[in-house]
């Protein structure tokens, strides 16, 4: 069953605009269409395995599960796993040297898309924990008697 928050073909295809040019088009066309479809290197089913991949490494990095709240959490594997398939597509798909450049930066920023994901996950899990967003204070058992040396 494919996630709710699964990336669209679209949603890739803004990280990776040239992959979706024509190869059917009219010599000297170099418009974009923004999406991938069976014109276009990668087609949109291979699109769409590269998507399902990287959905799967995303719930992997989650324990298997995007909770439903708070809702930014779905925005943010969305946005991890379209990074991730776009670098995936990338290295599949090197037409130039500077394409395999392009994949690794793409893979970076998936990789830091990712790793906000789980903080996020994990403090949206248990508020208070280590790394919330909210502070924690902490106060000895007994205080200690006023003065600069116990006694």
Same mark, same amino acid.
């Given at each position: 069953?494919?996630?709710?928050?699964?990336?669209?073909?679209?949603?890739?295809?803004?990280?990776?605009?040239?992959?979706?040019?024509?190869?059917?088009?009219?010599?000297?066309?170099?418009?974009?269409?923004?999406?991938?479809?069976?014109?276009?290197?990668?087609?949109?089913?291979? $699109?769409?395995?590269?998507? #399902? =991949?990287?959905? %799967? @490494?995303?719930?992997?990095?989650?324990?298997?599960?995007? !909770?439903?709240? *708070?809702?930014?959490?779905?925005?943010?594997?969305?946005?991890?796993?379209?990074?991730?398939?776009?670098?995936?597509?990338?290295?599949?798909?090197?037409?130039?040297?500077?394409?395999?450049?392009?994949?690794?930066?793409?893979?970076?920023?998936?990789?830091?898309?990712?790793?906000?994901?789980?903080? $996020?996950?994990?403090?949206? #899990? =248990?508020?208070? %924990? @280590?790394?919330?967003?909210?502070?924690?204070?902490?106060? !000895?058992?007994? *205080?200690?008697?006023?003065?600069?040396?116990?006694?």
């Amino acid at each position: 069953m494919a996630e709710p928050w699964a990336p669209s073909l679209e949603q890739v295809a803004d990280h990776i605009p040239t992959r979706t040019r024509s190869t059917a088009a009219a010599p000297g066309d170099d418009s974009l269409l923004m999406t991938f479809n069976t014109t276009t290197t990668p087609t949109g089913e291979q $699109a769409q395995r590269f998507i #399902a =991949s990287a959905v %799967s @490494e995303v719930l992997g990095a989650v324990a298997g599960r995007i !909770p439903d709240t *708070p809702t930014y959490l779905r925005t943010l594997a969305q946005k991890a796993a379209a990074l991730r398939a776009a670098a995936d597509i990338e290295l599949a798909y090197p037409d130039r040297d500077a394409d395999v450049d392009v994949s690794a930066r793409l893979d970076q920023r998936a990789k830091d898309a990712l790793l906000r994901l789980v903080d $996020a996950a994990s403090d949206a #899990a =248990s508020p208070g %924990s @280590e790394g919330s967003l909210l502070p924690v204070w902490s106060m !000895p058992a007994v *205080p200690p008697w006023p003065g600069d040396y116990l006694l």
